[in-house]
């Protein structure tokens, strides 16, 4: 068989937290960003370098080419904020709508809140997870099958409450220490381990029902998708710098790399914010992109989503990392996120409020479910990644990012307004 390719596309925006908020003691808005990164500006920013040139150039290939097919993690956090954004949020919206209306789009699921919550919760990781599935449900009209957890963080014990979720797949970093023949390039089985008790109940809680109302029955084994990490990071992250050896890449080039990879499927896992953001339009990026499909076909190289190539292909041999993985920084683990004490504090700090909000946790009442969302909001991964205090490549890459000055900067605006929530949900014990 002919070498397969999965894309596999991440689009997150952040609520990053207010700054302003620190100078007064009232604070009506804990997510408004700071100064020129105020959030509704970054977003249309975004919109207009990345969202909507890269995907109305992917409506024109999937139209060029019946057989083109892709796949999207959307954060809900993102999601939230093509609703709130006005017509350019919108329009937004539309584009990746009329991408999955295709039939060759695969939505993936995650957290609604891009958020570390397996780390320290279960159950606030499986009803963030439902919350994303309903979305993903009410704005595009598709169920996920494929789960892709934040920043590909990944471990033995997280697939295994994946496939107890009712999912059949996974998506993870495709890293040397954790594949023995160091091919990203096959299928594999998760491997499968036995959780406690309570955790099995919390999963079967949010394992989906059949049309009688039953829960269904967990696949046998969870499949795993792993990036090509050494191609991936080609177009992500080197495709611009003109001191790379392979600089200036081609598409007929690229497609060459795919055709010679060894394996059934050749896994391309990226942010989407690659074109156009990451990589401006002025390196080539979109004409690289607008090309490739035509070089990878003339090579006889298909192109399928998660569900399709766990479909049509054979797992072999198993994955497994005891520890955690991801797709971030130099060692691929969570030290991207929790590795400083700043960061762990942060952690800490902000999963402490979880045990007091539980009570309310079904409530609807506004200002239970407005404290719930603020907490919630407050987990996404991206204000830990500010307060990281790396050096070298992976501290400029986290300081491109950042909307502070330091990670101090970040961690006590951060802390500022987790002490206010943290007030907020005092008040509900009194």
């Not at 295709?102 to 993936?108: D, H």
């Not at 797709?327 to 004490?341: K, P, Q, V």
């Not at 909001?377 to 204000?383: A, F, N, V």
Request: charged share 25%.
């Amino acid at each position: 068989m002919a070498q397969s390719v999965c894309f596999y596309f991440q689009v997150h925006q952040p609520f990053r937290v207010s700054k302003g908020s620190f100078l007064t003691d009232e604070c009506p808005e804990y997510f408004d960003g700071p100064e020129k990164y105020r959030n509704e500006d970054v977003f249309i920013k975004v919109a207009q370098k990345c969202y909507l040139p890269m995907t109305s150039l992917l409506l024109e290939l999937l139209e060029k080419h019946p057989e083109f097919q892709i796949s999207f993690s959307f954060s809900g956090v993102f999601l939230e904020q093509c609703e709130r954004y006005g017509e350019t949020g919108a329009n937004v919206l539309r584009h990746f709508q009329r991408l999955v209306e295709t039939g060759r789009v695969e939505v993936l699921s995650e957290t609604y809140y891009h958020s570390l919550a397996f780390l320290h919760s279960k159950l606030e990781f499986a009803e963030q997870v439902e919350f994303h599935k309903h979305t993903v449900e009410r704005l595009f009209e598709v169920t996920p099958k494929v789960f892709r957890n934040t920043e590909l963080i990944f471990s033995d014990e997280l697939a295994e409450f994946v496939r107890l979720l009712g999912f059949k797949g996974i998506l993870a970093e495709g890293w040397h220490t954790v594949l023995p023949d160091g091919n990203a390039n096959i299928l594999r089985k998760a491997h499968t381990i036995d959780l406690p008790q309570s955790d099995k109940n919390i999963a079967k809680q949010y394992t989906p029902k059949n049309w009688l109302g039953f829960r269904k029955k967990p696949e046998k084994y969870l499949t795993v998708l792993t990036k090509n990490h050494q191609l991936a990071d080609d177009m992500a992250f080197r495709f611009g710098d003109k001191n790379w050896a392979e600089y200036p890449l081609t598409a007929d080039r690229y497609a060459h790399w795919i055709e010679v990879a060894q394996g059934d499927t050749v896994n391309l896992f990226m942010d989407f914010e690659t074109f156009g953001e990451h990589q401006w339009e002025d390196t080539g990026i979109f004409e690289f992109f607008r090309h490739l499909p035509t070089h990878c076909f003339e090579r006889g190289i298909t192109f399928r989503t998660p569900s399709n190539t766990i479909r049509d292909f054979e797992t072999k041999g198993v994955f497994s990392s005891p520890q955690y993985l991801s797709w971030a920084d130099e060692h691929r683990d969570i030290s991207a996120w929790l590795e400083n004490d700043l960061q762990k504090s942060a952690f800490d700090e902000i999963h402490s409020i979880e045990q007091v909000l539980h009570p309310y946790r079904k409530s609807k009442h506004p200002e239970h479910q407005k404290m719930w969302d603020d907490f919630r909001k407050l987990q996404t991964s991206d204000h830990l990644y500010y307060m990281c205090t790396k050096y070298w490549a992976d501290g400029d890459v986290h300081a491109y990012f950042s909307p502070y000055e330091s990670p101090y900067e970040a961690f006590m605006h951060y802390m500022n307004i987790l002490e206010r929530l943290k007030k907020r949900v005092e008040q509900l014990e009194g």
